[in-house]
């Protein structure tokens, strides 16, 4: 029995370890890229399409990542917000504070979103991995309600569209600060808000390759044209413990100790030599 024992522990997988921790106390856009995030720039998915990606839809204010996005309405006057991180977290928990905004009257089909994802590299890529969260403060996608998502996707085609994923709906309201947090093993996945529950997802939904920890605002088709207007979210911070499987509540006590012991960034997770082309 000890030498199958043996055996066995020799055949599982090897996770990577490790920490990433950052509280975007960066006081510049270019502090934020030498740190190790990838600020994206030009158009698409997702999005209007002819919108663009604008680093100066991106902002730090007082240990605050702030991304705004921008429309009249119309793709030439819409500006949207992402930025990435180096692509190399996949088994582990990742959490993020974030403050989603709701906008009282506005029917503008805004995402705000905390995600982790790798590239699609064509159609029905089997090795696309994402994992997100999608909040839609004003309804959308065909659905005038206001809910967030959890979703945890096999693969999908961008144009037509065709996706194959898990998804966890939560309807209403969602203005404010949240704490986001999603859990990767090796045969599931578990997305949790303020350390609730929303769903669980297996097969071959669950991530199979590097991801990129990343962040975007945008604004899908249905948008009137009209009078310009702004919209905005926060992030606080975000921790991934890699190869662990952490509650809500511990992940929130590591940052909390993180920050008392005056840590404003971390990244002890091994490169896994890919790049984050931050365009999904």
């Known amino acids: 029995m000890k030498a199958a024992a043996l055996l066995l522990v020799a055949a599982a997988p090897a996770f990577a370890a490790g920490e990433f921790f950052d509280d975007f106390s960066q006081t510049s856009l270019d502090a934020l890229r030498q740190s190790g995030w990838v ?11 002819g919108a663009r990606f604008a680093t100066t839809q991106l902002s730090l204010d007082g240990g605050l990542l702030k ?14 917000a992402q930025l990435c991180a180096a692509r190399k977290f996949l088994v582990g928990t990742t959490t993020a504070r974030v403050r989603f905004r709701d906008t009282a009257g506005s029917r ?30 004003h309804g959308g996608w065909g659905e005038p309600e206001t809910r967030l998502y ?8 961008i144009d ?31 997305h949790y808000v303020n350390g609730r529950l ?41 921790l991934h ?8 509540t511990a992940m929130q006590a590591r940052a909390a100790q993180l920050r ?17 082309e931050c365009n999904l």
């Open 160 to 190: 037509p569209w065709e996706s194959f994923n898990q998804a966890a709906i939560v309807q209403g309201s969602f203005d404010g600060w949240q704490v986001l947090t999603v859990q990767v093993e090796a045969t599931r996945t578990r």
């Open 67 to 80: 991304l705004k996005m921008s429309t009249d309405g119309t793709p030439a006057n819409t500006s949207l």
């Open 198 to 238: 929303m769903g669980e997802h297996t097969g071959r939904n669950v991530p199979a390759k590097p991801m990129a920890i990343s962040f975007n605002h945008w604004i899908s088709d249905g948008a009137t044209a009209g009078a310009p207007r702004d919209y905005e979210f926060e992030v606080d911070w975000v």
């Open 260 to 276: 008392k012991e005056g840590v404003t960034r971390r990244d002890t997770v091994p490169d896994a030599g890919l790049t984050s």
């Open 241 to 248: 413990e890699a190869g662990k499987t952490l509650s809500s």
């Open 39 to 49: 600020l994206r720039e030009g158009t698409g998915h997702p999005g209007l399409p």
């Open 150 to 157: 959890g979703v945890s996707w096999h693969t999908v085609r």
């Open 108 to 137: 503008d089909p805004i995402v705000q979103s905390f995600f982790l994802a790798g590239p699609l590299k064509h159609d029905y890529d089997p090795d696309f991995s994402e994992v997100d969260f999608e909040y839609l403060p």
